[in-house]
């Protein structure tokens, strides 16, 4: 979506184009972009002359003769086209402003989302649409009033700047790239943003979008601002679009969410999510002590799920035991794990298959069970988060290591019979190393039961630092 940097360069290249130009006619082929108020849309502003165009937000503001006002929102796709009037219109016009100098304004807009709004010189500023912005950045002398305006605000920072209602201009990218700057996480509830944040957010904002605005813009995907307009601002992005890539700053690997249905992109690293509630994931090898380390966080008032759990619940679904058997060609001998463990033990390579099938509902039963518990903390043990491509929906990763020689002897005493294919599964599974620099914590554990709780307890106390401050550790 054209954003305020896109907007203001749309703004610089049509004022050139159209100042002090009559338009003799309009042609409204797609009535939805004016309201479905096509013959009084044409009818009001057919012969005026455009005077000058100025910018509220995203908003496109054409001031005309006899005080009338254009008001102008491009959405996702809308863009301004000049054209000579003997050229055809372009593949997605919807509407076609015939100038008086031989040439055409044609609005083009592939998916029609975008809005002209009919108004005048004394009552623009009035309009629903306008009244609701908050200020520009370029605008804010003071953060108090922002400050004030969030202090009961419980949407995630993302959210309430993405409103509009806050400040206004920033979409998406520019978002994600002014709380990348400002290093705060997304998800951040609003209310917890201090002065000095404010203070750094709007900073942020001025820098970047002048910077965009002097490159002409951000040129995402299918986004171009009009024919011959094509910004640069896209190769000075440092979060955004970058999910899996090194962050610019300390070299983890950006991770990707979702915000309310959008696309989010952050360092888990440098954009600390400040409070609740907070999901953590455990993962380590197998015998690394993982199950221990979620009993300590129980105790510890944290609520736990294990995925290793969720999936000996699932295994006993008949329908899901139907299609596994199906997939893997799984022979009915035993009971079905029994079947499934004897299966994997002659064919590895099936593990895969298992997984495909199996990981998408352990995500879905996390996701299900998060979203109804109340708990300020959440943990769950996910020993192949990584290759169930589920990091992204934990706040905090903690990873258990261990050396082999004492996962070993841990892994022999769980069960003789079954030490070797579990040490085998291991070795497939064994993305802890690969991904060690994603991970926000790493414990050790190749000492005692009271060493282990004592470097978890270190971690929780740091988790807990980063709950809401109301939110005393007696009232968890």
Known sequence: MPELPEVETVKRVLSPIVINRKINRIDILRSTIVENKAEQFVSFFENETFLNISRIGKFLIFHLTNDKVLISHLRMEGKYIELDEKD????????????????KLCYDDSRSFGRMIMSNEDSFLKEKEIVKLGPEPFDVKDVKPLLDKCRKMNLPIKTALLSQEIITGLGNIYVDEVLFASHIHPLTPAKLIKKNEWEDIIANSIRILN?????????????H?????DGNFQTNLLAYGRSGEECAICHTFMRFIKVNGRGTTYCPHCQIKLGAPLKVAIVGKIGAGKSLVLDILKNNKFSVYSSDEIVHELYKKEDLEKLIRRRLNIKVENDFVSDLREHLKVKISDLDKLEKIVHPQVRKHLEEQFKKDKCPLLAAEVPLLFKAHMENMFDVIIGIDVNEKIQLERIAKRDQEKSAFLKRINDENNLFDEHRNELDFIITNNKD???????VQKVINKVLSRLDQSLSCTSI
């Not at 219109?89 to 015939?98: D, E, G, L, M, P």
């Not at 910077?211 to 299918?222: F, H, N, P, V």
């Not at 039961?449 to 470097?455: A, H, P, Q, R, T």
Request: net charge neutral; charged share 30%; proline share 2%.
């Open 225 to 229: 601002p009009g024919k011959d307009i």
């Open 211 to 223: 910077k965009a605005i002097e490159l002409g813009g951000s040129t995402i995907r299918s986004y």
């Open 88 to 103: 055809d219109n372009t593949k997605y016009a919807r509407v076609v402003f015939h100038l008086d100098n031989g040439h």
């Open 449 to 455: 039961y009271d060493s282990l709780v004592k470097e």
